[in-house]
């Protein structure tokens, strides 16, 4: 037969900690108050908000059948222009201005994106910035 030890005992115990409700209940509570805390501080990474973009959606009633997000905006902008070290920031500005005035919900995310795109080339264009572009790219005229 096998001793119980200390050490056992301990191990047989954390082992049930682990698997019960309690312990997954205030995992998930400390998580949510730490990406609290990092959200009141201005320290929140991208993650960190599309975690909390995320859980909070159903609360808020929302359900976006097609988003519009800088990563698919920058894979046109990069189809479209040579890459530049402003373009990542000129994208985001674009998306944020796009997101915040766009309101048809009945268009899809495709024609926020290509409002998005025209966006991008008139900031380069105010701020001076010469976005060259892409040879036999879908916007060549």
Not at 2 to 18: P, Q
Not at 82 to 103: Q, S
Request: proline share 1%; hydrophobic share 40%; glycine share 4%.
């Amino acid at each position: 037969m096998e001793s119980l030890t200390v050490t056992s005992i301990r191990e047989s115990l954390a082992a049930r900690f682990k698997r019960s409700s309690f312990y997954w209940r205030w995992r998930g509570r400390i998580t949510r108050y730490r990406l609290a805390w990092r959200y009141a501080r201005g320290t929140m990474t991208a993650d960190d908000a599309q975690w909390i973009t995320t859980d909070c959606r159903d609360t808020a009633g929302w359900h976006p059948l097609a988003s519009l997000c800088n990563e698919s905006v920058m894979d046109l902008a990069l189809d479209v222009y040579e890459d530049h070290p402003d373009l990542a920031r000129l994208v985001a500005e674009a998306c944020n201005r796009v997101g915040d005035k766009w309101d048809d919900y009945s268009e899809s995310a495709s024609s926020a994106a290509d409002w998005a795109m025209e966006k991008v080339a008139e900031y380069a264009n105010l701020e001076n910035i010469e976005l060259i572009k892409r040879e036999g790219s879908a916007d060549d005229e």
